[in-house]
């Protein structure tokens, strides 16, 4: 958007076509964030939600902070708050076996190397309907706390830093958290590309 700030401030003195324009750029971000937190089918009831409190709270905001952190924070708390209303047990990421660890020697080189991208590359690939759903599966199959780092890094663009404030955890911990997530999902696309099965 060129103009954010003129927006805002438009939308805080009660703009409806203003906060309109504000929530068409911001919903499919704040959808990244719900995602990983409470699944696919809780995650736009979880921003219209968040909008409602972002309407309510809008006339107080001051930019101290972005305000897409601000959008980003209230959608992942309201997340939360539903995930814990629902009595699941969050999952810890107890020491496990590295994703990739078979793929290598002891000496660090590749003992299975990574197989080639077919139809033109990953971003081919990522046009197929049906990669787009197996990779959303995996995803909601991650443990709870890679899915959460892994939608708020590269999903929502947040730095380590703050996913490490925001879920309480060190920054090394997020790295790990991140890194096997991503394993985790790569495995999941080289197969679906191998075999096609997700």
Request: charged share 25%.
């Amino acid at each position: 958007m060129d103009d954010e700030a003129l927006l805002i401030k438009q939308a805080q003195n009660g703009d409806q076509q203003a906060f309109t324009v504000l929530v068409r750029h911001y919903y499919r971000l704040m959808s990244f964030v719900a995602l990983p937190i409470v699944g696919e089918s809780d995650a736009d009831e979880i921003v219209q939600e968040a909008w409602l409190t972002v309407h309510q709270k809008l006339p107080e905001w001051e930019p101290r902070g972005s305000f897409k952190g601000w959008l980003l924070t209230i959608t992942a708390n309201e997340a939360r708050s539903r995930y814990r209303k629902q009595k699941r047990e969050f999952l810890s990421d107890a020491p496990e076996e590295e994703p990739m660890a078979h793929r290598f020697k002891a000496n660090g080189h590749w003992q299975q190397p990574p197989s080639n991208w077919d139809l033109g590359g990953p971003e081919a690939l990522l046009d197929k309907r049906e990669l787009m759903d197996c990779l959303n599966h995996k995803i909601t199959a991650l443990p709870e706390k890679q899915r959460l780092v892994f939608g708020l890094k590269d999903l929502s663009q947040m730095s380590l830093e703050e996913i490490a404030g925001f879920i309480d955890e060190s920054a090394a911990n997020v790295r790990v958290l991140l890194h096997r997530a991503r394993a985790k999902l790569y495995s999941g696309i080289e197969h679906f590309q191998e075999t096609g099965i997700c």
